[in-house]
């Protein structure tokens, strides 16, 4: 009987049970081959030919266990992906970043869902077990097997400059619902999920790409904030774990060691503390918050050491190779501990099928990755996630016959917002606030806007990930004080806690849209002419006046 024909739904349990399939392909490995399951090679198809020629090298060359996939174009990815597999003994796990589905990494070509923290605002979780099962279907299309996501992180840094709207939000109750849904629905499709980033990355100031954050909280604060989403999920059947590379001397008083190669953290904590035996797997051991103090291949010798499966990413995965099997000759890593890992990973690959593997047809790819369903689900959490705050009395008398203006700030011309509006209103004006304005000129709008019964302020943030601050001259931000009064609607298509450094809060109403894509514009749009109902809840607490939970 094929393995697809079992019970396969708890794969955690699977990766721990014995497989004849697994074993043969073990008892088949050299001593090298078997410590290069557990490393990830970066892939790009957007670097030219020369490189996806010299990463096919390394893993002839090396046999590695699989691939971490990053920007290029679905068609060139299937094909490198092909040409890969042919080129290994054991089929290769293909793991990607794609924590908002494929257009994380490949935009122009693939379809993005909601940032995490847009749907965190969302209140019915079914529509993000959906988007799980169609990430998952993407992935499957793709040939690709392992996704770094959800974020579990509780963002309760607004000033967080790497997590923030990749996070649900900042109440842990909610994080844990949203991943779960998220989680389920790609583990039910048939990938693997790993949570992100252990023992939890969002009270931190640093990124760790360039640097090495430090937690200087307590035990129980960790216990009760940061780590709880990993507990909880843990217990609910995660799959798969990724831990950061933070500084935290609660739990490992080392000098400079970062919990990703930490055994204090990975065994101690994660595997006997908390109980988890599914797969665990590093950041990517090539950002400097791991390799700056730990150097030349050390890291990921200590790695292993500490109790991981997969290394994501090692600086020179040939070293690492040589180091680690030199580390297990000396007795520094177990033997024992280091084939029941390997033997975890090939079960994840059985369990993903990869015993039968076939190579992707790239007939009707495109198509096939842009489907009207998915584009429909995309605009059913982006029209689920939108926020009324204050007060909808205004969306209410809202009336496309009034004269109307319309002021945009943030953009050089109308975006969508801007164009489905004009298209329904009757008479109105158009104001687009560049920040270059003259005194006397914004004195001059202010006075022309001021004269129509009804206001729509529109507020963008055009940057791909929208921070927790937009720069505005002191006199764009007092046009926006003096306009921001009870015949405006102020629509913001930026991160909820713009609205701590932005006086908006005198507005009638505010409609929250977390996020500047086409998808949010039209969603705040159908909310603003009455065609939705807003169902959002805001995700985050953003101060004394908006905090998490508020909506209409």
Known sequence: MSVWGQEKSNFVQFINDQHHWVDSVFQNLTPKERIAQLFLVRAHTNLGQRYIDSVAQVIKQEQLGGLVVFQGGPVRHAQMLNQYQKLVKIPLLVTFDGEWGLGMRLP????????????????????????GRQVARDFQRIGMHFNFAPVVDINNNPKNPVINFRSFGDNKYNVVRKAKAYMDGMVDGRIIASLKHFPGHGDTDVDSHHDLPQLKFSKEHLDSLEIFPFRELIQQGAPAIMVAHMNIPVLDATPNIPSSISRKVVTDLLRKELGFKGLTVTDAMDMKGVKKFFPNGEADVMAIEAGHDLLEISENSARAISLVEKAVKSGRVKQTEL???????????????????????????VNDLNTPASKSLVQRLADAAVTVLKSDRRIRSFDKRDETAV?????????????????QLNNKKEFVITGKETTDEMKELL??????????????????RPGSEIKVNEQVREFIDRLAGRRTITVMFTNPYVMDSLPVERSNSIIMAYQNDPFMQKAALKVLLGQVQAEGKLSVTVNKRFAYGDGI
């Open 108 to 131: 122009d070509s693939t379809v993005s869902f909601p940032y995490q923290m847009t749907l965190g605002a969302i209140q019915n979780e079914m529509l993000i077990y959906e988007m």
């Open 447 to 464: 006075k022309e806007v001021r004269r129509s019964p009804q206001i729509v302020l529109a507020i963008h943030d055009n940057r791909t």
């Open 407 to 423: 002021v945009s700030i943030g953009i050089n011309q109308p975006q969508d917002f801007e164009k489905g509006l004009a298209v």
């Open 339 to 365: 084939d029941q890992r390997v033997k975890r990973v090939l079960a994840a690959k059985y369990w993903l099928g990869l015993n039968q593997y076939r190579p992707v047809n790239t007939v009707n790819l």
